[in-house]
């Protein structure tokens, strides 16, 4: 099956090929409602690369009216090939869930509404101890991200001291604790839709390994 922009780029052929059917089709020349008249092959002028039919035009009760049949053969063959040429679709990734801070970086902290700490005006805005604890996250900056949060010790008003994620030790990182539903300071995050069990298992695992930069 064809989806994405293969399936534009098909829909688009098959218009091309009918605009080629309606030029070809007969016409009643007395101008009434006699249904379609076969058209004199000779008069047809070939397409590039076909060569001049002289097959008997169709009559109209099968198939297109007034196309050859080796003319329809030749044009679906050619649609046939269009089709077998098209490359493969560009799907949307899933999140992979994998262990690593750039899989959490752009499938938790900056992308979507799950997770996304860089919504409203949290992590996303400049660093204030009262509205985001001093920690800033932008799209585009992982290595920053990182180093604004490993090993670091918070310097908001409310949580002041205490380690944002501390290497090999997610239970008593900040960012773990926060996810709670009672955290030790301030309110739950991220604010809104809660991560779902497998992408705190996802931070868990990182930075249980180390918390790396990876």
């Known amino acids: 099956m064809i989806q994405g922009p293969g399936l534009g780029r098909a829909a688009g052929g098959l218009a091309l090929v009918w605009m080629m059917v309606l030029s070809l089709a007969c016409s009643d020349d007395s101008g009434g409602?006699?249904?379609?008249?076969?058209?004199?092959?000779?008069?047809?002028?070939p397409m590039d690369g076909m060569q001049p039919s002289t097959t008997p035009m169709m009559d109209g009760t099968a198939g297109m009216p007034g196309v050859p049949m080796d003319t329809m053969d030749t044009m679906m063959d050619g649609m046939d090939t269009m089709m077998d040429d098209m490359p493969p679709p560009t799907m949307p990734a899933g999140p992979t869930f994998e262990p690593t801070f750039s899989a959490i970086f752009t499938e938790i902290l900056t992308t979507g509404r799950v997770g996304n700490c860089m919504f409203g005006a949290c992590h996303g805005g400049?660093?204030?101890?009262?509205?985001?604890?001093?920690?800033?996250?932008?799209?585009?900056?992982?290595?920053?991200?990182h180093a604004a949060m490993v090993g670091v010790v918070s310097t908001s008003t409310l949580?002041?001291?205490?380690?944002?994620?501390?290497?090999?030790?997610?239970?008593?990182?900040?960012?773990?604790?926060?996810?709670?539903?009672?955290?030790?300071?301030?309110?739950?995050?991220?604010?809104?839709?809660p991560l779902t069990p497998e992408h705190i298992e996802q931070i868990?695992?990182?930075?249980?390994?180390?918390?790396?930069?990876d």
């Open 33 to 45: 409602n006699a249904g379609p008249t076969l058209v004199n092959p000779g008069a047809m002028q």
């Open 204 to 213: 868990t695992t990182w930075i249980n390994n180390g918390a790396l930069n």
């Open 126 to 145: 400049d660093p204030d101890p009262d509205l985001n604890g001093n920690l800033r996250i932008a799209a585009g900056e992982k290595d920053a991200a």
């Open 159 to 193: 949580c002041s001291g205490i380690t944002l994620v501390e290497p090999g030790n997610a239970a008593g990182s900040l960012l773990m604790q926060k996810f709670d539903d009672a955290p030790p300071c301030g309110v739950k995050m991220p604010i809104g839709t």
